[in-house]
């Protein structure tokens, strides 16, 4: 039964901070000493629940229409790994690439650990890559003539 537990907590991560926006949800699902790593993360922002609220409202800002949907997920002790698809317009500024006004639809996984019923520790990773190529920021290969 704690693994469903787990994949709930997860899942409110996706559902109710990053579809609805509710950023007050974090405090109550992370550890206030969450750290948030992985080639997915943004370096610099502090840990616990402000430094997630500083990385969500990033892609917010920049995605406002953003929609995660949960692929699949799989718990085990500790652990839930959940692999998702995430569809958003590029409205605002990411990084430094200003608004292109562009759809991008990008893959990534999450693994969480949790710690008392909390979120204590997340690792992610995304194709950034991809979405980069269709926000128009790293051109597409040309396809070869035969």
Request: hydrophobic fraction near 35%; proline fraction near 5%; charge should be negative.
């Amino acid at each position: 039964m704690l693994t469903e537990t787990n994949k709930t907590v997860s899942r409110r991560f996706f559902d109710e901070v990053w579809n609805k926006g509710n950023l007050t949800v974090l405090d109550e699902i992370l550890v206030k000493d969450h750290v948030n790593s992985g080639p997915g993360s943004i370096s610099g922002l502090p840990n616990g629940p402000e430094g997630s609220k500083q990385f969500v409202t990033a892609y917010r800002n920049a995605f406002p229409d953003v929609h995660f949907t949960i692929d699949d997920q799989i718990a085990e002790g500790d652990k839930v790994v959940t692999r998702w698809t995430a569809q958003g317009t590029h409205q605002g500024e990411l990084a430094g690439l200003p608004a292109t006004g562009k759809s991008s639809t990008v893959t990534g996984i999450t693994v969480n650990r949790l710690k008392d019923g909390k979120i204590a520790e997340s690792w992610g990773i995304f194709d950034e890559f991809g979405m980069m190529q269709q926000l128009g920021a790293i051109p597409m290969p040309e396809l070869a003539a035969n």
